[in-house]
């Protein structure tokens, strides 16, 4: 029924969920994530990342709105579309007491994998995540990035084509986020898509090739993570003119817009001297008043995630954890 070559991986759309307490976690959201993509959902704390991942793989009731994952609909397709799904939860999940065989193997069995397959794939699973060595001790004697790699070990388990993470680096130690990194790659090169949540701006930076951004339960954007860089990194002033410009002026050498005849927005690449502003301002004979510099929503929004991020530092030094 569906065209494979617009094979989107998931695909949300209206999605809204009003939790019993009153609160509104997500007010509509429209987000398509293509086959093979790797994918930033970014926001911060409370923007409503955990519930669109919670309601994707079907831990939460949606309110309204329709998910399809690889073309099979939540609601309808329900087997099959968990069947597509490896999730990563951000709490750690393991049954503490099993060994960490059957933190992998149990799960297998729930997919319908036989029992022969079940065993290959555990092997493989663990072997990939380097855990083969460590299958017979208990999953609580593991250290906090060995746990998370368990869980990723587990998510794969019966070959999902869309692996889904949430937080999978927070709070763990700087080694331990690289080394996921680099096999998140791998796997994503050999073409399983990946959908991550994160604040980390540097976390999706380093990794994804779109993201979208959420905020208060809203999608503020959606776009390939270099334009969504190039964005940040532009910065727009507002010019009050002693005299009045007419309606078609252009500032030469930059990106400007009138506002009204007494005043003109500027665009300018952030590091760009403000003296070569001034120069071209000169030139064109006019002068200024005043001038502020325009908030951008996208920076404010950065902002926030980067104060946390630093708040999150500082808890790192203080409560050192999860080393491998
Ligand atoms: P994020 O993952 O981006 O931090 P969440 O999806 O966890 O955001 O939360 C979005 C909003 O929904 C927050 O205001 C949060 O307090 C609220 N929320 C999350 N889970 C529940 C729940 N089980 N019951 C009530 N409110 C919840």
Same mark, same amino acid.
């Given at each position: 029924? &569906?065209?494979?070559?617009?094979?989107?991986?998931? #695909?949300?759309?209206?999605?809204?969920?009003?939790?019993?307490?009153?609160?509104?976690?997500?007010?509509?959201?429209?987000?398509?994530?293509?086959?093979?993509?790797?994918?930033?959902?970014?926001?911060?704390?409370?923007?409503?990342?955990?519930?669109?991942?919670?309601?994707?793989?079907?831990?939460?009731?949606?309110?309204?709105?329709?998910?399809?994952?690889?073309? &099979?609909?939540?609601? !309808?397709?329900?087997?099959?579309?968990?069947?597509?799904?490896?999730?990563?939860?951000? /709490?750690?999940?393991?049954?503490?007491?099993?060994?960490?065989?059957?933190?992998?193997?149990?799960?297998?069995?729930?997919?319908?994998?036989?029992?022969?397959?079940?065993?290959?794939? !555990?092997?493989?699973?663990?072997?990939?995540?380097?855990?083969?060595?460590?299958?017979?001790?208990?999953?609580?004697? +593991? #250290?906090? =990035?060995?746990?998370?790699?368990?869980?990723?070990?587990?998510?794969?388990? &019966?070959?999902?084509?869309?692996?889904?993470?949430?937080?999978?680096?927070?709070?763990?130690?700087?080694?331990?986020?690289?080394?996921?990194?680099?096999?998140?790659? %791998?796997?994503?090169?050999?073409?399983? !898509?990946?959908?991550?949540?994160? %604040?980390?701006?540097?976390?999706?930076?380093?990794?994804?090739? %779109?993201?979208?951004?959420?905020?208060? =339960?809203?999608?503020?954007?959606?776009?390939?993570?270099?334009?969504?860089?190039?964005?940040? &990194?532009?910065?727009?002033?507002? +010019?009050?003119?002693?005299?009045?410009?007419?309606?078609?002026?252009?500032?030469?050498?930059?990106?400007? !817009?009138?506002?009204?005849?007494?005043?003109?927005?500027?665009?300018? %690449?952030?590091?760009?001297?403000?003296?070569?502003?001034?120069?071209?301002?000169?030139?064109?004979?006019?002068? @200024?008043?005043?001038?502020?510099?325009?908030?951008?929503?996208? /920076?404010? +929004?950065?902002?926030?995630? @980067?104060?946390?991020?630093?708040?999150?530092?500082?808890?790192?030094?203080?409560?050192?954890?999860?080393?491998?």
């Amino acid at each position: 029924m &569906h065209n494979r070559r617009s094979m989107q991986a998931l #695909s949300i759309r209206n999605l809204s969920k009003t939790y019993a307490n009153g609160v509104t976690a997500l007010r509509g959201i429209d987000l398509d994530v293509a086959e093979g993509d790797f994918f930033a959902l970014l926001g911060p704390n409370g923007a409503g990342k955990s519930t669109a991942i919670g309601i994707v793989t079907s831990l939460v009731n949606k309110t309204g709105g329709t998910v399809e994952v690889f073309g &099979h609909n939540i609601e !309808t397709e329900l087997e099959k579309a968990k069947a597509c799904i490896g999730v990563v939860p951000q /709490e750690i999940n393991l049954n503490q007491w099993d060994t960490v065989y059957n933190c992998v193997y149990n799960p297998a069995g729930f997919y319908g994998l036989s029992a022969k397959r079940s065993r290959i794939r !555990t092997e493989t699973c663990l072997r990939e995540l380097q855990l083969w060595e460590r299958r017979d001790e208990t999953a609580r004697n +593991l #250290s906090g =990035g060995m746990k998370r790699r368990l869980m990723i070990a587990r998510a794969l388990v &019966h070959k999902p084509k869309l692996l889904i993470l949430d937080e999978p680096t927070a709070g763990v130690d700087i080694e331990i986020r690289r080394s996921m990194w680099d096999f998140l790659r %791998h796997i994503n090169q050999k073409g399983t !898509t990946i959908i991550l949540t994160t %604040h980390y701006l540097e976390e999706a930076e380093n990794l994804c090739r %779109h993201v979208g951004i959420i905020d208060d =339960g809203r999608i503020v954007e959606n776009d390939r993570m270099s334009a969504v860089l190039r964005k940040l &990194h532009q910065e727009v002033f507002l +010019l009050n003119l002693e005299e009045s410009v007419p309606a078609d002026f252009q500032l030469q050498g930059f990106s400007s !817009t009138v506002v009204n005849e007494n005043e003109i927005e500027v665009e300018m %690449h952030k590091g760009t001297s403000l003296n070569q502003l001034f120069k071209a301002l000169s030139a064109a004979g006019i002068n @200024v008043t005043s001038m502020r510099n325009k908030t951008n929503r996208l /920076e404010e +929004l950065f902002m926030r995630l @980067v104060e946390r991020r630093e708040d999150e530092r500082t808890r790192e030094v203080t409560e050192p954890e999860q080393r491998i």
